[in-house]
């Protein structure tokens, strides 16, 4: 089985647990008869009104599991049969899963069961299907050759180009397109297109911070994409920079970074539920900036332009230095869930806290569907900035014995800064913390670990 396809089917479980999870949190039940259940699914009526909101979290929900099945499915073979076959396949496995997570709602304290978000969820799929069978053969040839490269960089450069598409698919959710000139009119008349930075005032300095630490973030891998696209020459290639005597030129470079940073937000205007702001494409060209400084002190080249060899620099290959790092972004990670560090002191205060917490464990679920499902996305990759230093970090390491060792102690350390990040947040007095959180942020922090560690691993070629 190609490396892809295990990717994908793993992907598709995760998923799919993940939809399982959010419809049925915060899992308090109750009982019911399955006549009474069963009806209320079938009744549209019995929802009552679905808001705009709640029919885009659910379509947005349905498009990541049908992507990743039916890829899962393709990658397998590539008759055109069996095609067909895998998408009617994904369609089906969408609403087997849209069911198991709609039903038993009807179980549930606060949760009504809905045919109306399985309709939703099966139009996400569609359109799931369809995006795979767009771009998703070239996202699978990509993890192929992220997994198994037989050149390092040639990993990493691949790595690298996932994750600028993710912060451009990020852009774009969740996915509704205006296309009517008076809907354009109305986002800018409601304020959600900024054209000058700065120009809206700042009503709390620490939700501002975070939104911008967030788009520096999300800055960084566009910048490092940008610097393997013009500076480091693919292995696959002969280790060849074609058509290119020496390095870009400033203007070239500078082209790149403002146009990667500001794209983001263009991309968001015909977005309808997307706040495109010109504060946030500042931010973010600093981002890219950052990036690719950063993987200019990485890189080192050697030889001539013809014949241009690309490695780790010395500094870069240093274990340590990815550890510090890691230790680095855990602070900012801290920083940015605590400001404005108010922190409840009282005693009687915090064990009201933590019995509230302990009764409702994952009542931190509120807010729309659609809301939910972006802070909860936003929190998982953040903890994956975390576990991808750390697994470069071990992935690097010598030792074969000591790099398993060590991927299992990181494994376990994850859980203890997934969920006391999440308590300090709890003790916050202007946060709201629960396991919900705590368990995004965890599985950011194993999935940027594992996919670092694989990249980074030593190749059965030198490096």
Not at 124 to 140: H, K, S
Not at 293 to 320: F, I, K, M, N
């Amino acid at each position: 089985m190609k490396a892809s396809s295990k990717i994908l089917a793993s992907a598709s479980a995760v998923v799919a647990a993940a939809m399982m999870f959010g419809s049925w949190a915060p899992l308090e039940f109750r009982s019911a008869r399955f006549a009474d259940v069963l009806s209320a699914f079938l009744d549209p009526a019995a929802s009552g009104h679905l808001s705009r909101s709640d029919t885009v979290a659910n379509t947005v929900l349905g498009i990541p599991l049908a992507f990743t099945f039916t890829g899962f499915l393709a990658t397998l073979r590539a008759s055109l049969a069996w095609r067909c076959l895998a998408s009617v396949l994904a369609l089906l496995t969408t609403a087997v899963i849209s069911l198991a997570c709609e039903i038993p709602q009807g179980w549930l304290v606060d949760r009504v069961p809905s045919i109306a978000d399985t309709r939703a969820q099966l139009g996400g799929a569609v359109v799931g299907i369809a995006a795979w069978w767009i771009v998703g053969p070239a996202c699978a040839g990509e993890l192929d050759r992220m997994v198994l490269g037989t050149h390092r960089w040639g990993r990493v450069k691949a790595a690298l180009g996932i994750a600028a598409g993710t912060v451009f698919v990020w852009s774009i959710l969740p996915g509704k397109i205006l296309v009517s000139p008076a809907d354009y009119a109305r986002k800018w008349t409601r304020g959600q297109i900024e054209p000058i930075p700065f120009s809206r005032p700042i009503r709390d300095l620490g939700e501002a911070a975070f939104q911008w630490g967030w788009t520096i973030l999300l800055g960084l891998p566009l910048g490092l994409w940008a610097y393997s696209m013009l500076r480091v020459p693919s292995p696959e290639q002969g280790c060849r920079r074609s058509g290119s005597a020496g390095s870009p030129s400033g203007p070239t470079v500078l082209l790149w970074l403002v146009g990667l940073g500001i794209l983001p937000e263009l991309l968001q205007i015909p977005v309808a539920r997307r706040f495109a702001s010109a504060t946030d494409a500042l931010f973010m060209i600093l981002g890219t900036a950052a990036g690719y400084a950063v993987a200019g002190l990485a890189w080192e080249h050697r030889g001539e332009a013809s014949t241009q060899h690309s490695s780790l620099a010395w500094r870069a290959r240093d274990p340590s230095l990815w550890f510090v790092l890691a230790a680095a972004y855990l602070l900012f990670l801290c920083a940015l869930s605590w400001i404005p560090f108010e922190f409840v002191t009282d005693p009687q205060e915090v064990k009201r806290t933590l019995r509230e917490v302990a009764a409702r464990p994952f009542g931190d679920y509120r807010g729309s569907n659609l809301k939910l499902f972006f802070n909860t996305l936003r929190t998982a990759l953040l903890g994956t900035g975390w576990g991808t230093l750390l697994g470069v970090g071990i992935g690097l390491l010598h030792a074969s014995n000591l790099r398993r060792w060590m991927m299992s102690a990181a494994g376990c350390a994850s859980v203890g800064f997934a969920f006391g990040i999440e308590l300090g947040q709890l003790l916050e007095a202007s946060h709201s913390g629960g396991a919900l959180g705590a368990l995004s942020r965890l599985l950011g922090m194993w999935t940027g670990l594992t996919v670092a560690w694989l990249i980074v691993r030593p190749g059965p070629t030198p490096q």
